[in-house]
């Protein structure tokens, strides 16, 4: 688990780079060979992990509701297998 979040937040903070704000989306894979997919919104301020309800549930059911911070904060969001 803990390689994820390092492979997660060194993906958010390569997007501090970026010149626009659109998302960037891609997969990491896990220590077992598992891929899951991410999404990176936002520039600048801290690096949030948005973890949403679990298996059956995607990314896009908190999205939105993390959209206001994007805007001030890099928040990086993957869908849990």
């Known amino acids: 688990m803990r390689r994820l979040i390092r492979a997660l937040v060194l993906v958010g903070s390569a997007a501090l780079a970026l010149p626009a704000q659109a998302p960037t989306t891609g997969y990491v894979r896990t220590p077992d060979g598992a891929q ?39 928040v990086i969001f993957y869908d849990q297998r």
């Open 36 to 74: 899951l997919f991410y999404r990176v919104e936002g520039r600048g301020g801290d690096t949030l992990i948005a973890i949403h309800g679990g298996p059956g549930v995607d990314l896009e059911s908190i999205a939105g509701d993390f959209a206001p911070l994007a805007q001030r904060h890099v």
